[in-house]
């Protein structure tokens, strides 16, 4: 940016909160070809600006940095919002019914794909199996995954396509559930799902830019600029994704900055063509290598320090500890860095000792991180805090919010007590460990200010429970408001040029309709976004 360049945008007469050491507050900001030039009051940024340049009055209204999510699934929550949304099936009853209106206006033979059921939160909490979709989509394969993706339920149409049945072993990392005589129930946990996935037909890569496209407006809506994207699995839908992702950013419609996960079985074919963590530009870089330790604590497959309390088992480990070792060994030293999954109290305990050994900070420049952290006992947050050095940590903590607030009948129900190690944001934090937030999109609804709002209150929309769950792990919002702006930018080592309304940095901003610094912390959740603007340019304007 020339720094003389006359101002094209002006944001006046609001209440900006920086995050800028040198400009804390401000009124006023005055953006020059996609950064900000300069911060300060009303009258003396408004007199920057050119003839022609736009200036808009807020009003008063609170200003953040561009918000970012640093757990998303960005290509599958794309293609999510086409398929049969089971977000809030109350019942088994209200999942059967709304199976049954898709079948309806489906042509038989078509697959029926749906998403978000949560059994936990039903009358009779038990999960769906195939007996209990045969007879509302008769004609129709069926696949739904459960809210946290972990696992999923299919039909016997849908089995039958895939060539799944009594002789199809379990895979590795996965377990298909199974009646007394040995045939499979439907219930589908872990890499299992991918036994009948593969037989879904796959969307061309129009239609996945087409999908693509239509989300970026949804997510400027939530104030939302940036994305770490952790969908990217493998597989075909992996090399789909990026060359959506390519086919966007030459066309200059790439409207979101994208971190891209590799998967973890690319891991040597990315170290063969010489990648590294951070190749790219403003709008996509190449990110963590993704890798799993567990699985999640809604399938019972998160791995447990003791076991859970309603199956007296101890969840599993998915990939074996001595192969994640490996793992992070070779990408360390290959200038990789990896996000490892972790969600059992075990899984984050093990996977910690493999940091301590093996992760180093030399010539990468960007920090490991441990996805989720969910269940961490408070000596392993310290562990983990010791890892590194002040300004440059070998790991850091990925973390979502929401999942509070959704988990708590579930973690209650799973672990009991153990649920006061659940989510210790606040240990965290006064440890030192780096932390980013997010969503974990299509798994919790994408809105960073329900994210925000979780943080603070630890309380679920509806006010419950008095007091917050565990609340002496509450963050004020300040705190919260760095998780979605500073902190992704921070894991990612663009805290240059992102997470924060600093002159010469990329000119992310939003704009809500409330003040979430002064209102009661209660009522965050209802803040709405007014006006997004995404590399200098106005994306979204309520």
């Given at each position: 940016?020339?720094?003389?360049?006359?101002?094209?945008?002006?944001?006046?007469?609001?209440?900006?909160?920086?995050?800028?050491?040198?400009?804390?507050?401000?009124?006023?900001?005055?953006?020059?070809?996609?950064?900000?030039?300069?911060?300060?009051?009303?009258?003396?940024?408004?007199?920057?600006?050119?003839?022609?340049?736009?200036?808009?009055?807020?009003?008063?209204?609170?200003?953040?940095?561009?918000?970012?999510?640093?757990?998303?699934?960005?290509?599958?929550?794309?293609?999510?919002?086409?398929?049969?949304?089971?977000?809030?099936?109350?019942?088994?009853?209200?999942?059967?019914?709304?199976?049954?209106?898709?079948?309806?206006?489906?042509?038989?033979?078509?697959?029926?794909?749906?998403?978000?059921?949560?059994?936990?939160?039903?009358?009779?909490?038990?999960?769906?199996?195939?007996?209990?979709?045969?007879?509302?989509?008769?004609?129709?394969?069926?696949?739904?995954?459960?809210?946290?993706?972990?696992?999923?339920?299919?039909?016997?149409?849908?089995?039958?396509?895939?060539?799944?049945?009594?002789?199809?072993?379990?895979?590795?990392?996965?377990?298909?559930?199974?009646?007394?005589a040995g045939w499979p129930t439907g219930v589908l946990r872990e890499r299992a799902i991918d036994l009948v996935e593969r037989a879904v037909p796959r969307p061309s890569e129009d239609e996945a830019v087409d999908a693509l496209e239509e989300a970026f407006g949804v997510l400027h809506r939530l104030g939302v600029t940036g994305v770490h994207d952790h969908r990217i699995m493998g597989g075909e839908d992996g090399p789909r994704a990026f060359g959506a992702y390519q086919r966007l950013q030459k066309a200059g419609d790439l409207a979101l900055r994208l971190w891209m996960g590799i998967p973890g079985e690319r891991l040597d074919e990315a170290i063969a063509l010489g990648l590294r963590t951070g190749f790219g530009d403003e709008r996509l870089r190449v990110g963590h290598v993704k890798l799993f330790s567990d699985g999640s604590q809604g399938a019972r497959t998160a791995w447990m320090l003791e076991p859970y309390e309603d199956t007296g088992d101890a969840g599993m480990p998915l990939t074996p500890m001595d192969e994640i070792?490996?793992?992070?060994?070779?990408?360390?030293?290959?200038?990789?860095?990896?996000?490892?999954?972790?969600?059992?109290?075990?899984?984050?305990?093990?996977?910690?000792?493999?940091?301590?050994?093996?992760?180093?900070?030399?010539?990468?420049?960007?920090?490991?991180?441990?996805?989720?952290?969910?269940?961490?006992?408070?000596?392993?947050?310290?562990?983990?805090?010791?890892?590194?050095?002040?300004?440059?940590?070998?790991?850091?903590?990925?973390?979502?919010?929401?999942?509070?607030?959704?988990?708590?009948?579930?973690?209650?129900?799973?672990?009991?007590?153990?649920?006061?190690?659940?989510?210790?944001?606040?240990?965290?934090?006064?440890?030192?460990?780096?932390?980013?937030?997010?969503?974990?999109?299509?798994?919790?609804?994408?809105?960073?200010?329900?994210?925000?709002?979780?943080?603070?209150?630890?309380?679920?929309?509806?006010?419950?429970?008095?007091?917050?769950?565990?609340?002496?792990?509450?963050?004020?919002?300040?705190?919260?408001?760095?998780?979605?702006?500073?902190?992704?930018?921070?894991?990612?080592?663009?805290?240059?040029?992102?997470?924060?309304?600093?002159?010469?940095?990329?000119?992310?901003?939003?704009?809500?309709?409330?003040?979430?610094?002064?209102?009661?912390?209660?009522?965050?959740?209802?803040?709405?976004?007014?006006?997004?603007?995404?590399?200098?340019?106005?994306?979204?304007?309520?």
């Amino acid at each position: 940016m020339v720094e003389d360049a006359k101002p094209d945008l002006i944001l006046y007469n609001g209440t900006l909160h920086t995050q800028d050491p040198d400009t804390p507050q401000a009124t006023a900001v005055a953006i020059a070809h996609g950064r900000i030039q300069a911060l300060g009051e009303d009258g003396d940024i408004r007199a920057l600006a050119a003839p022609d340049a736009r200036a808009v009055d807020l009003g008063g209204r609170r200003v953040l940095p561009g918000l970012i999510d640093s757990h998303f699934h960005l290509y599958g929550w794309a293609l999510s919002r086409r398929r049969l949304s089971l977000v809030g099936a109350e019942s088994l009853a209200d999942l059967r019914q709304r199976v049954a209106e898709r079948a309806a206006e489906t042509p038989a033979g078509g697959w029926i794909l749906g998403q978000g059921w949560n059994e936990t939160r039903w009358p009779t909490p038990r999960k769906p199996t195939r007996a209990d979709l045969d007879d509302v989509a008769p004609d129709h394969p069926v696949l739904l995954w459960r809210s946290d993706l972990h696992l999923a339920v299919a039909n016997t149409r849908a089995l039958r396509e895939a060539g799944v049945d009594a002789g199809t072993p379990d895979p590795d990392q996965g377990r298909v559930d199974r009646d007394e005589a040995g045939w499979p129930t439907g219930v589908l946990r872990e890499r299992a799902i991918d036994l009948v996935e593969r037989a879904v037909p796959r969307p061309s890569e129009d239609e996945a830019v087409d999908a693509l496209e239509e989300a970026f407006g949804v997510l400027h809506r939530l104030g939302v600029t940036g994305v770490h994207d952790h969908r990217i699995m493998g597989g075909e839908d992996g090399p789909r994704a990026f060359g959506a992702y390519q086919r966007l950013q030459k066309a200059g419609d790439l409207a979101l900055r994208l971190w891209m996960g590799i998967p973890g079985e690319r891991l040597d074919e990315a170290i063969a063509l010489g990648l590294r963590t951070g190749f790219g530009d403003e709008r996509l870089r190449v990110g963590h290598v993704k890798l799993f330790s567990d699985g999640s604590q809604g399938a019972r497959t998160a791995w447990m320090l003791e076991p859970y309390e309603d199956t007296g088992d101890a969840g599993m480990p998915l990939t074996p500890m001595d192969e994640i070792a490996a793992a992070v060994a070779k990408a360390d030293q290959s200038g990789l860095a990896v996000a490892v999954h972790a969600i059992g109290d075990r899984a984050n305990r093990e996977l910690i000792a493999v940091f301590e050994e093996h992760a180093t900070h030399d010539g990468r420049g960007v920090p490991h991180r441990i996805e989720h952290a969910q269940i961490m006992r408070p000596e392993d947050v310290e562990r983990l805090a010791r890892l590194g050095r002040p300004g440059r940590p070998v790991v850091a903590a990925s973390v979502q919010p929401i999942h509070v607030t959704d988990d708590i009948p579930l973690s209650e129900a799973s672990i009991g007590a153990r649920s006061r190690f659940s989510y210790p944001f606040r240990d965290l934090l006064d440890a030192g460990v780096p932390v980013a937030f997010g969503s974990d999109a299509p798994v919790a609804d994408p809105n960073p200010l329900w994210g925000i709002h979780a943080a603070v209150t630890r309380q679920q929309r509806d006010g419950s429970p008095a007091g917050g769950w565990y609340p002496d792990q509450r963050l004020s919002v300040a705190e919260a408001v760095w998780g979605f702006t500073m902190g992704p930018a921070a894991v990612t080592g663009q805290q240059g040029s992102l997470g924060s309304i600093t002159p010469g940095k990329l000119a992310d901003l939003v704009v809500l309709d409330r003040d979430i610094f002064a209102i009661d912390p209660m009522d965050i959740h209802r803040a709405q976004v007014v006006l997004t603007v995404f590399d200098g340019e106005v994306v979204y304007e309520q």
